[in-house]
C-alpha cells in the first residue's frame, strides 16, 4: 500500500506510532467504504506493533444529521462492521467518542486558543458560505452551526487528547489535520507542551469504487452496494448485495461483443476484490465477449467469497446490542484511562486545579 505522510515532522516515523482515526456515523457502511476504510484499516493495524485508536465520531456525526433514528443506528451498524470485518477491540482502542467526555471539554480548552481567523478558512466552513453568497438575499452565515464552524477544534480533541502521531484520514481532511498541528502548537506555545503535532495519512492507492450508476459510490448519490444490507429487511442481505450488483448500469452491447474492461464499473469493482491472476482473467473474458450477466454474477461470486464469513458475526452483534455495547464500553474505560491524565494535565496548564487537598 503506497501512503503519502503529510508532514514536515522527521521523528514522526521513527519510534511507535500511535495511529487514530475517526468514523462519523451518519450511514450504513456500503462497499466503498469496506474497499477504501475497513478493510486497509484493518489489515494495518493488524499487521504491526502500532497502538491503535478507533472511534465513532458520533459528536461529529450531529453536525451534519439531525435525525436521531440515524444517528443511533448507525452507530450500532458501524460497530458491528468494523467488528465483524475483524478489527479486534483487546487489540484497538475501540470507543465512542460520546463516551469519553474528557474530549469536548478539551475542545472547549482548545477553542479558547485556537484563533477564530484559522477556522474561519476551514473548507467545509468556507463551502457553505460560499454557497450562501452565491444567492440572492441570503446571508451568508445562513444555516451554518457553531458544531460546523468548530468542527476542527472537536477533530483536533479528538487527535491531540490521545496524542496520536498518525491519522489515516480521507484527502479531504487533510486541512483538519494541518488545524490540529496549529492548535497544537498554538497551546503548547502559550502554555506546556502537551501535545504531539499529529501527521495526516493518505492512502494514494485507495481505491474509490464507482457506484450503480456510474459515478462515484457515494451515500449522498443513493447509488451504493451495501456491505451486509439493511438489517431490517425481509430479504437476506446476501439476496440484497446480489441484487444491487445486478442493477450497476453498463452499456447496451451483446454478450459476445468485445468490451472495454476500463470503461466498465463491473471489472472496476472486481479489481478491488480478485488477485493480479483473476484479474487478468477478467480482462480476457472481457475482450472475447462476456455477456453483462455473466460478468455480474462473477463479481457477485467474488464479493461474496469475501463479505460471506462476516455476515454471521455481523448479524450476531446485530441482533444482540448489549455485547456491542460491552465492547465501547470496554473500549471507552481503556480510552479514558489517557484522556482523564491529559485533560488533568491540561487543566492545570491553564490554571485550573484544586485550591487545596480535601482530606
Ligand atoms: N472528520 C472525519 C471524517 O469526516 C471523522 C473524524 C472525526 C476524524 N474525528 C476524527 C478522523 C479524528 C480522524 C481523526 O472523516
Redesign the pocket.
Known amino acids: 500500500m503506497s501512503q503519502t505522510l503529510h508532514t514536515n515532522e522527521q521523528a514522526a516515523n521513527a519510534s511507535k506510532q500511535r495511529i487514530?482515526?475517526?468514523?462519523?456515523p451518519t450511514g450504513i457502511p456500503h462497499l466503498g467504504n469496506y474497499v477504501g476504510a475497513i478493510r486497509p484499516a484493518i489489515e494495518s493495524i493488524q499487521n504491526s506493533d502500532h497502538d491503535a485508536f478507533f472511534?465513532l465520531?458520533d459528536y461529529?456525526g450531529i453536525i451534519k444529521c439531525y435525525d436521531p433514528a440515524i444517528i443511533h443506528e448507525s452507530t450500532k451498524a458501524i460497530a458491528a462492521t468494523w467488528l465483524a470485518c475483524g478489527l479486534d477491540p483487546e487489540r484497538v482502542t475501540f470507543y465512542r467518542?460520546s463516551d469519553v467526555p474528557e474530549i469536548p471539554e478539551l475542545a472547549w480548552i482548545l477553542s479558547c486558543s485556537c484563533a477564530k481567523g484559522l477556522m474561519n478558512r476551514a473548507h467545509a466552513y468556507k463551502a457553505a458560505v460560499d454557497a450562501n453568497m452565491a444567492k440572492e438575499d441570503v446571508d451568508t452565515d445562513f444555516g451554518i452551526t457553531m458544531g460546523l464552524f468548530g468542527?476542527p477544534v472537536?477533530?483536533?480533541a479528538?487527535?491531540l487528547m490521545f496524542n496520536?502521531t498518525h491519522?489515516?484520514?480521507?484527502r479531504?481532511?487533510i486541512q483538519?489535520?494541518e488545524m490540529?498541528r496549529d492548535i497544537a502548537g498554538t497551546f503548547n506555545h502559550k502554555y506546556k507542551p502537551l501535545f504531539t503535532l499529529?501527521n495526516a495519512v493518505v492512502d494514494d492507492e485507495m481505491p474509490l469504487l464507482t457506484g450503480l450508476d456510474g459515478r462515484k459510490m457515494s451515500k449522498s448519490y443513493g447509488n451504493t452496494i451495501p456491505l451486509f444490507g439493511e438489517s431490517n429487511s425481509q430479504v437476506s442481505s446476501e439476496k440484497q448485495m446480489h441484487k444491487a450488483i445486478m442493477k450497476i448500469v453498463t452499456n447496451s452491447q451483446l454478450p459476445e461483443e468485445p468490451k472495454d474492461p476500463d470503461a466498465s464499473a463491473v471489472f472496476e469493482i472486481y479489481k478491488a476484490f480478485a488477485s493480479p491472476t483473476e484479474i487478468a482473467d477478467m480482462r480476457t473474458q472481457f475482450a472475447t465477449g462476456i455477456g453483462w450477466g455473466d460478468a455480474k454474477q462473477a463479481l457477485f461470486d467474488k464479493i461474496n467469497d469475501e463479505i460471506a464469513p462476516f455476515r454471521a458475526r455481523y448479524e450476531e452483534l446485530m441482533a444482540n446490542p448489549k455485547e456491542l455495547e460491552e465492547i465501547l464500553q470496554m473500549g471507552a474505560d481503556k480510552a479514558r484511562r489517557h484522556s482523564r491524565k491529559q485533560l488533568d494535565k491540561t487543566r492545570r496548564a491553564i490554571g485550573i486545579r484544586p485550591l487545596a487537598k480535601l482530606k
Do not use: E, K, N, W
Not at 20 to 24: F, P, R, S
Not at 167 to 170: C, D, F, L
Open positions: 487514530l482515526t475517526g468514523i462519523t472511534f465520531a461529529h467518542q468542527y472537536l477533530m483536533a479528538d487527535i496520536a491519522v489515516p484520514v480521507g479531504d481532511q483538519h489535520i490540529a499529529p
